[in-house]
T-cell receptor, first 113, second 114 residues
Framework: GDSVTQMEGPVTLSEEAFLTINCTYT??????LFWYVQYPGEGLQLLLK?????DKGSNKGFEATYRKETTSFHLEKGSVQVSDSAVYFC????????????FGTGTKLQVIP | ETGVTQTPRHLVMGMTNKKSLKCEQH?????MYWYKQSAKKPLELMFV???????ENNSVPSRFSPECPNSSHLFLHLHTLQPEDSALYLC?????????????FGSGTRLTVV
């Protein structure tokens, strides 16, 4: 079946540091890929997405590129802020009829001033 | 305001109790979902309703019983739960292709079974 593997956290960075959170996936066919973010005490919010190979999703300074050859969708940000502290989830959609999404375990990011 | 509202935010219940979780969406979406979020585990899809019809039940124990009376409301009825059922229960909705719009999640209900 489909699966998503993320790097284990927590990841602790100083403000303005460069962020990379690794994500690889296993899927049949050509899934769409997502990053969701969960701030403390809240539900998940869609951060960015990519629907086909070589697409780059971007939002709020975050970027991720759909790499079919390496089955990866790593999340990056050039300069993190304290407000970016949250849990980040990589996910894929198998484009099934009822729109099923498979999530990774999440990576907690803590940014310190 | 996320557009998906879950109540209650927190719930503590004994193993012999019966309670219900409620989810309401005001986005005009046509599919709704229940997910279970436990520490150090991927989100687990429990149930999917598309156009008010249940289309997936991922081997969830019968002590969890979903109900979708209309396209805006989704319930999760709970009875004789176990301590390992303690988790954050998330409701989500979607419209059209998830590939285009993704899910919209509620803030979740933090359930503790004692």
């Amino acid at each position: 079946g489909d699966s998503v593997t993320q790097m284990e956290g927590p990841v602790t960075l100083s403000e303005e540091a460069f962020l990379t959170i690794n994500c690889t996936y296993t899927a049949t066919g050509y899934p769409s890929l997502f990053w969701y973010v969960q701030y403390p005490g809240e539900g998940l919010q869609l951060l960015l997405k990519a629907t086909k190979a070589d697409d780059k999703g971007s939002n709020k300074g975050f970027e991720a590129t759909y790499r079919k050859e390496t089955t990866s969708f790593h999340l990056e940000k050039g300069s993190v802020q304290v407000s970016d502290s949250a849990v980040y989830f990589c996910a894929l959609s198998d484009n099934g009829g009822y729109q099923k999404v498979t999530f990774g375990t999440g990576t907690k990011l803590q940014v310190i001033p | 305001e996320t557009g998906v509202t879950q109540t209650p935010r927190h719930l503590v219940m004994g193993m012999t109790n019966k309670k219900s979780l409620k989810c309401e969406q005001h986005l005009g979406h046509n599919a709704m979902y229940w997910y279970k979020q436990s520490a150090k585990k991927p989100l687990e899809l429990m149930f999917v309703y598309s156009l008010e019809e249940r289309v997936e039940n991922n081997s969830v124990p019968s002590r969890f019983s979903p109900e979708c009376p209309n396209s805006s409301h989704l319930f999760l009825h709970l009875h004789t739960l176990q301590p390992e059922d303690s988790a954050l229960y998330l409701c989500a909705s979607s419209q059209g292709q998830v590939t285009n719009y993704g899910y919209t999640f509620g803030s979740g209900t933090r359930l503790t079974v004692v």
